[in-house]
Nanobody
C-alpha cells in the first residue's frame, strides 16, 4: 500500500523559506511519481510540482517556477519541496501524493491531481506577518 506523510509547514514571513518533506512507505521512489499539490478550503486544487520516479524529471507550475525546488533522497525514501521567496499567495494546505510511475508519460502530463491515488494528510503553509 502506497502511503505518504507530509511535514514542514508553518507560518513564515513574506520573502521567507520553508522546506516540506514527504516520507513514503510501501514503495521505493524509483517506482513511483510524486506530486505536490495545494488547496485552500472551498477552492479548487492546484498542482505545484511533480517528480518522475523513472528518470527524475521535474515539473513546476508557472506560479512557483524559479522559487520552488523539488528533490528526492532515495536512501530516506523522502521527497522535498524547498519553497523560497514565499508570498501570501502561497498560503494553502500542501499535499503530497503518490502513484505508480508512468515511464511513457512526460512529467508535465503526469502531474494531474486526479491521477494520483494516495494522498497525505496535508500540511498548512501560511505566509504573512
Amino acid at each position: 500500500q502506497l502511503q505518504v506523510v507530509e511535514s514542514g509547514g508553518g507560518l513564515v514571513q513574506p520573502g521567507g523559506s520553508l522546506r516540506l518533506s514527504c516520507v513514503g512507505s510501501g514503495f521505493t521512489l524509483e517506482d513511483v511519481d510524486i506530486g505536490w499539490f495545494r488547496q485552500a478550503p472551498g477552492k479548487e486544487g492546484e498542482r505545484v510540482s511533480c517528480i518522475s520516479g523513472s528518470d527524475g524529471d521535474t515539473y513546476y507550475a508557472n506560479s512557483v517556477k524559479g522559487r520552488f525546488t523539488i528533490s528526492r533522497d532515495n536512501a530516506k525514501n523522502t521527497v522535498y519541496l524547498q519553497m523560497d521567496s514565499l508570498t501570501p499567495a502561497d498560503t494553502d494546505v500542501y499535499y503530497c501524493a503518490v502513484d505508480k510511475s508512468h515511464p511513457g508519460e512526460t512529467v508535465q502530463a503526469r502531474c494531474v491531481l486526479a491521477d494520483f491515488s494516495s494522498w497525505g494528510q496535508g500540511t498548512q503553509v501560511t505566509v504573512g506577518t
